[in-house]
C-alpha cells in the first residue's frame, strides 16, 4: 500500500480548514489586513514598544503584507507565509514588559476592529505567539524559563556621572 501523501488531498484538507475557521469566526483577508493595520498604527506611536519597531523598519509597506500573510497563517491556517519570525526577533532588546505591552495594543485593537468571536480567536493565538517568542528570547539570552516565569532583561544601575 503507497503511503505517499496526495498533495491535492492535503490542499483539500487546508481548504476545509480555513472555510470551516471562517465561517465560525467570520475572519477574512480583509479583517486581517484592517487589524494588522489598526495594530501597527498604535504599535509605532506607542512609547514602549514603538521605539523597538521604528528603529528597525523604515518602510512599512513590506513589513505590513509579511504581517497579513503571517496572520493569515496563524489565524486561518492558510500557509501562505513562509518566513521564521524566531531568528529575526531573538537579537531584539525586548523582555516580558515589551511583550505585555505588545498584548495590550493586540487584545485593545483585536476587540475594537473585530467580532467577539474573530478577536478571541486572533487574541488565544497572539498570547501563544507572545510567549513562544518571550521563551525563545529569554533562551537565546542564556536564560531558561520554568512554568510561570518571564523574561526580564537585567537592567543598569543609574549611577551619577555614568
Same mark, same amino acid.
Given at each position: /500500500?503507497?503511503?505517499?501523501?496526495?498533495?491535492?488531498?492535503?490542499? +483539500?484538507?487546508?481548504?476545509?480548514? %480555513?472555510?470551516?475557521?471562517?465561517?465560525?469566526?467570520?475572519?477574512?483577508?480583509? /479583517?486581517? !489586513?484592517?487589524?494588522?493595520?489598526?495594530?501597527?498604527?498604535? %504599535?509605532? @506611536?506607542?512609547?514602549? &514598544?514603538? #521605539? %523597538?519597531?521604528?528603529?528597525?523598519?523604515?518602510?512599512? +509597506?513590506?513589513?505590513?503584507?509579511? /504581517?497579513?500573510?503571517?496572520?493569515?497563517?496563524?489565524?486561518? /491556517?492558510? +500557509?501562505?507565509?513562509? +518566513?521564521?519570525?524566531?531568528?529575526?526577533?531573538? #537579537?531584539?532588546? %525586548?523582555? @516580558?514588559?515589551?511583550?505585555?505591552?505588545?498584548?495590550?495594543?493586540?487584545?485593545?485593537? !483585536?476587540?475594537?476592529?473585530? #467580532?467577539?468571536? !474573530?478577536?478571541?480567536?486572533?487574541?488565544?493565538?497572539?498570547?501563544?505567539?507572545?510567549?513562544?517568542?518571550?521563551?525563545? &528570547?529569554?533562551?537565546?539570552?542564556?536564560?531558561?524559563?520554568?512554568?510561570?516565569?518571564?523574561?526580564?532583561?537585567?537592567?543598569?544601575?543609574?549611577?551619577?556621572?555614568?
Amino acid at each position: /500500500m503507497d503511503q505517499t501523501a496526495d498533495p491535492q488531498d492535503a490542499a +483539500g484538507r487546508r481548504a476545509a480548514i %480555513v472555510d470551516r475557521i471562517r465561517a465560525e469566526t467570520g475572519i477574512d483577508e480583509v /479583517m486581517i !489586513a484592517r487589524l494588522v493595520d489598526g495594530f501597527y498604527d498604535r %504599535v509605532r @506611536a506607542d512609547p514602549v &514598544i514603538g #521605539p %523597538v519597531f521604528n528603529d528597525r523598519i523604515s518602510d512599512w +509597506g513590506p513589513h505590513l503584507e509579511q /504581517m497579513r500573510l503571517f496572520w493569515s497563517s496563524v489565524a486561518l /491556517m492558510s +500557509g501562505v507565509y513562509h +518566513g521564521r519570525p524566531m531568528p529575526k526577533h531573538l #537579537p531584539l532588546p %525586548v523582555d @516580558a514588559r515589551h511583550f505585555d505591552r505588545w498584548l495590550e495594543l493586540f487584545e485593545a485593537t !483585536a476587540r475594537e476592529l473585530c #467580532p467577539p468571536a !474573530a478577536a478571541d480567536h486572533f487574541i488565544e493565538r497572539a498570547r501563544r505567539i507572545a510567549e513562544s517568542l518571550e521563551l525563545g &528570547i529569554a533562551g537565546a539570552n542564556g536564560v531558561l524559563l520554568g512554568k510561570g516565569e518571564r523574561y526580564l532583561r537585567p537592567t543598569e544601575a543609574w549611577s551619577p556621572g555614568g
